[in-house]
């Protein structure tokens, strides 16, 4: 027999399944491969006309994609979550009935504001909207959440984190807390977003995207670029995936969180939000500076963001001491 661990440790949070749909396809096997052997997947938009705009490159889930996943007459950030999670599920060699008293916690930003506007376009020009109707009940980032619980019959705490470009990691950290609380002994974590006509626009208005693909931290960087996808992590207590002999890919060793409330968008250059956040989750993992080795970074390849981040970077652990990779 396995022997389970109690205490702190045992309720620590661990990832024991993986889904992922994103620009290299379906499945987190295609996401790792394409990391791993440098693919670039930023090209031409299709989405919607980009003519006249500044940019008009984004990483975009393709349509053979986009049909292997069924349903169309839900959102597509939608059909992009749910094909996450049933594959993050299966990973983690779980039935419906363990999800029951399940946490979710699903991040995201745009929900399914792409057929929101599609349906608002489609009015102005007098157009048939029919079609369109199914997908607006999931307009809200929340929408996504809600069907995903549904689909999987997961009864437990359900929250969508909405921080920008920090969601997902909100919602990992959301459902870590309420694991090694006693509140829940397993829960989904991870995000979901897609592009959409607003969110693009908006970036290109600002003149905050690149025309080429982004370089994070590089000297001449000029800009951020935009993609699409969804994630899924499942995570248990380490005692309850050792006690169901589940594989166990990986520890959340801590998370930290904080707000600087210092500009709508511009960073405080001296990132001091930033370095609490760090300082906050080495504390929590019980891990100082000089044991960490990478770190995966913001990275938006603005001037203000890359040069803010540097800074916490340096603060938190000295200059040029970690590998860094965005």
């Given at each position: 027999m396995t022997q389970v661990d109690s205490g702190r440790d045992g309720r620590r949070a661990v990832v024991t399944g993986v889904g992922v749909v994103s620009p290299y396809g379906q499945g987190y096997e295609r996401y790792r491969q394409g990391l791993t052997q440098g693919r670039c997947v930023l090209g031409p938009l299709s989405l919607f006309p980009t003519e006249g705009f500044r940019a008009n490159i984004a990483a975009e889930v393709c349509a053979i994609t986009l049909q292997a996943l069924g349903?169309?007459?839900?959102?597509?950030?939608t059909r992009f979550l749910l094909a996450a999670a049933e594959e993050a599920v299966g990973h983690a060699g779980l039935e419906a009935a363990d999800l029951a008293t399940a946490a979710v916690s699903i991040g995201g930003a745009g929900g399914g504001s792409l057929e929101a506007e599609a349906w608002y376009w489609a009015r102005y020009q007098r157009q048939p909207t029919r079609r369109l109707r199914p997908a607006l009940r999931t307009m809200l980032p929340a929408g996504q959440t809600d069907v995903l619980a549904g689909h999987l019959q997961i009864g437990g705490p359900r929250e969508t984190p909405i921080l920008a470009c920090s969601s997902s990691a909100a919602a990992i950290a959301t459902v870590a807390d309420l694991i090694e609380a006693g509140v829940v002994d397993m829960g989904l974590a991870g995000g979901v977003d897609t592009l959409t006509r607003l969110c693009f626009m908006g970036f290109n208005a600002l003149k905050l995207l690149d025309t080429q693909?982004?370089?994070?931290?590089?000297?001449?960087?000029?800009?951020?670029s935009l993609g699409e996808g969804a994630a899924v992590l499942v995570?248990?207590?380490?005692?309850?995936?050792?006690?169901?002999?589940?594989?166990?890919?990986?520890?959340?060793?801590?998370?930290?969180?904080?707000?600087?409330?210092?500009?709508?968008?511009?960073?405080?250059?001296?990132?001091?939000?930033?370095?609490?956040?760090?300082?906050?989750?080495?504390?929590?993992?019980?891990?100082?500076p000089g044991d960490i080795a990478y770190v995966n970074a913001h990275g938006t390849g603005t001037i203000q963001n890359d040069r803010a981040e540097a800074v916490a970077l340096e603060t938190v652990f000295g200059a040029g001491r970690v590998l860094v990779s965005a």
């Open positions: 349903r169309s007459q839900r959102s597509r950030a693909p982004c370089r994070p931290f590089a000297r001449d960087r000029r800009g951020m995570l248990e207590a380490r005692q309850h995936a050792m006690a169901r002999g589940a594989p166990i890919h990986a520890y959340v060793g801590g998370c930290g969180l904080s707000s600087d409330a210092f500009h709508p968008t511009a960073p405080p250059p001296a990132a001091e939000g930033a370095v609490r956040a760090m300082r906050e989750a080495l504390t929590r993992a019980h891990l100082g």
